[in-house]
């Protein structure tokens, strides 16, 4: 069992998906001290551990993990009713989970602290202005919310959005939201979410409705957000959006996030192992590999921090408990791919 | 607390904001409703007075929970406001402080409307008159307030929400009136009664904000 596991107390059941947490290997001797790993540990920022969610009967979340740390950027894809804005709904306290631990910034999200939620950057999929308001005086009511003073406002419009209608809006307040069209709205979402730049963002489809200069300073303000150190979730199906910002990227399958790639620390690469989808034979790669594996197309894939060492001990492993190998190789599917792929399993079941 | 302003703040915006459609249909209702305050104020007060400003306050604050509870879920900006960082209590406790001074707002106006209408001569029993039913009028705007906080997040389609209001408010002087036929019961009773019932709900409400139902779908 890896440290990361032992921390986690995860040693039985799936870890929890962090696509840094594996940056203990880079650390000095002793490897394995708990608290030696804690000090050294990045800060985490998301921390969700065996989380269940159901609607009733319907399951949405099964055992479900993810440990995101401070300065990255967090991509999470999956189909239509996967449960990508349930899951940010959890993260937000909107949703209360049925088991299992989500902790954001310290807090449970549950318990509703304005602390949190002064802490948050958020969009989701309705603007959330008031339309009766014109877009300065529903900024005000946002900065009122949390604790921002005006001035500070206007600095933050005035070096950030100064070339966006945004900058002009706030000087006159003229327009009232309703006025807006769809894509004006969603860049007033964005200027609300980094208002102060706070430690954590959660968006739901950021980008949909944007024009191409929008998007690309909505890019900007997120690289931006990640250089001080925050943590940003993306949930889209925007998958170029995706691929070009995101440092690791997860997949919302089974009730479960797999993780398709990591970047920055502890940059992964994903690979496949092609052979039956025994369960026991799940265990043994999450358990080399430190993150969850997948099953479909016929092959087990999941990321791996350090392919040289741990996948020769990982293919001992299977072949010692029975495992009938035909292929190991990278796994050099897209994100797009992937989903097409299973998509395809999924009606095929 | 001065969450509670800011939220309360917000919601005045937004009213005076409005169309100017809205600020007519609510001084057509308020100058009708005018007259009975002043048959009072000339003939004495009757039976009816009650009811004439319970009614009222129930039509006017049912609107008002509508537009300040209800159309935010609608439109999916209660998520919104509920991530930003208002505590939940803040948005529960402004919105139906906003909807409870603006109906006392409308009544008051109604009252003052009543001593211009040029209809037979005041008489003394008139502030006496007029303080009575403002105070009906303030408990039902408080209970029909508090109720359109609870149902609005119980109540998965807003369109009965008036209606249940006004059931409310039958029941309330209902009871109120029943008991009135075997024991002496002054008119602050039912005033204590709306406010009972407002509390109540208030609380519920409060209660509920903390929970899933707040975001469910509405339906149309």
Known sequence: ?349 | MDKIGTILRKEWACFTGSEKGVFVVYAVLVCIWSFLPRYNAVNGSGLMSAIWWMSLSVIVSSSFANSVFVAERISGSMEILLTCGFSRNAVVLGKTAFVVLVSAGLGVLCSLLSLAWPVGSLQPFLVRSLLSGMLLYMGGAFMGAAAGAWMSIHFSSPRIMPFANLFLVVLVCSLYYGAAQFISLQEWVLFLLTVAAGSAFLWRAIKDFHGEKVIAPVDL
């Open chain 1, 1 to 349: 069992m890896n440290v990361a596991n032992s921390i986690f107390g995860m040693g039985a059941g799936t870890p929890p998906v962090s696509w840094s947490h594996c940056a203990h290997y880079n650390l000095p001797q002793p490897r394995g001290s708990i608290t030696h790993f804690y000090m050294l540990m990045p800060h985490t920022t998301v921390q969700v551990e065996g989380l269940y969610k159901s609607f009733g009967t319907h399951a949405i979340f099964e055992n479900a993990g993810l440990v995101l740390e401070s300065g990255t950027v967090f991509g999470l894809v999956g189909l239509n009713g996967s449960g990508k804005t349930t899951f940010i709904r959890l993260l937000l306290g909107l949703l209360k989970p049925s088991g299992g631990v989500a902790r954001v910034l310290g807090f449970d999200p549950w318990i509703h602290k304005p602390e949190y939620y002064r802490r948050l950057g958020v969009i989701l999929e309705h603007d959330g202005f008031a339309g009766n308001l014109t877009v300065a005086r529903n900024l005000r009511l946002f900065a009122d919310a949390k604790g921002i003073p005006w001035k500070q406002v206007e600095a933050y419009v005035d070096e950030h959005w100064n070339t966006t209608f945004i900058h002009g809006e706030l000087r006159k307040a003229a327009t009232k939201v309703k006025y807006l069209s769809r894509g004006q709205k969603m860049q007033c979402g964005i200027c609300r979410a980094f208002l102060s730049w706070p430690d954590a963002y959660f968006f739901d489809e950021p980008t949909v409705a944007l024009d191409v200069d929008a998007i690309d300073h909505f890019y900007s303000l997120v690289r931006t957000a990640r250089s001080r150190g925050a943590t940003v979730l993306i949930s889209s199906h925007q998958l170029p959006a995706i691929e070009e910002l995101c440092d690791g990227v997860g997949m919302l399958h089974n009730r479960r996030i797999s993780i398709i790639t990591t970047g920055g620390r502890t940059k992964t690469g994903s690979w496949l192992v092609r052979c039956a989808s025994d369960e026991k034979y799940r265990t043994i790669i999450e358990e080399a590999c430190g993150f969850p594996a997948e099953h479909y197309n016929n092959a087990w894939h999941f990321p791996v921090a350090r392919p040289e060492a741990v996948i020769p001990a990982m293919i001992s492993a299977l072949v010692q408990a029975g495992c009938e190998i035909s292929e190991v190789c990278p796994d050099s599917d897209s994100i797009k791919d992937r989903m097409r792929i299973i998509s395809k399993d999924a009606k095929g079941s």
